[in-house]
């Protein structure tokens, strides 16, 4: 375990579906990050939190919506997601957003939609 | 087109055996780092660089970033299985730490 939890692990959803992806730290970090990975591509940043606040949203298709109810918790809420939307997604943690002490990484929600 | 170019996509090597990792980018690298990912786990951060030409070493590991600051390195000095996964390198690509990208990943796998 890395620090920071994500579930579940794996989610196969369908294109009506709502789902929620979960993300739980209690390093004591103050950002929290979605990322996605797609196979061969780098990891892209998806939404940024920092101190619960939005400070980042990649032109992230509104399919997508995080939630940061407090700085140890993040939530991405899934509905109508497309079959290209299947990925790994990644949260991540650190102590400041832009601060360079390195990120901390969950294990990633592998997501498939059919 | 991506920002960072990592090098190679994949390499095997013998076990005791030097290998070189590369990250290459065509913006100037503000902070750029390494990190490990093992098979089913998440991502180890390894190392940062900031400075053009600084260098780090941690156990048989040492990174290097260029003096343009464009370009940095990842040297594995007699390589282990246990240095087997994937390596990322990531790297802020503006001042403000707004903007982070990653390499598309080298996969090593090591033969003992």
């Known amino acids: 375990e890395t620090g920071v939890t994500q579930t579940p692990r794996h989610l196969v959803m369908g294109m009506t579906n709502k789902k929620s992806l979960k993300c739980e730290q209690h390093?004591?970090?103050?950002?929290m990050y979605w990322y996605k990975q797609s196979a061969k591509k780098p990891l892209e940043l998806m939404f940024v939190y920092n101190f619960k606040e939005q400070t980042e949203n990649n032109s992230v298709p509104s399919r997508f919506s995080p939630e940061c109810p407090n700085s140890s918790h993040l939530f991405l809420h899934l509905h109508t997601l497309q079959p290209e939307d299947s990925a790994l997604y990644l949260c991540?943690?650190?102590?400041?957003?832009?601060?360079?002490?390195?990120?901390?990484f969950g294990s990633g929600t592998r997501l498939t939609v059919v | 087109s991506q920002e960072l170019e990592q090098s190679p996509q994949s390499l095997i090597v013998q076990e005791g055996k030097n290998l070189t990792i590369n990250c290459t980018s065509s913006?100037?690298?503000?902070?750029l780092y390494w990190y490990k990912q093992k098979y089913g786990e998440g991502l180890i951060f390894l190392m940062m660089l900031q400075k053009g030409g600084e260098e780090k070493s941690h156990e048989k590991i040492t990174a290097k970033l260029d003096e343009k600051k464009q370009q940095s390195s990842l040297h594995i000095t007699a390589s282990q299985p246990s240095h087997a996964g994937i390596y990322l390198c990531?790297?802020?690509?503006?001042?403000?730490?707004?903007?982070?990208?990653f390499g598309t990943g080298t996969s090593l796998t090591v033969i003992p």
């Open positions: 913006k100037t690298l503000y902070g």
């Open positions: 990531g790297a802020d690509v503006t001042d403000t730490g707004n903007q982070f990208y």
């Open positions: 390093l004591g970090h103050n950002a």
């Open positions: 991540a943690s650190s102590v400041t957003q832009g601060e360079n002490y390195g990120y901390t």
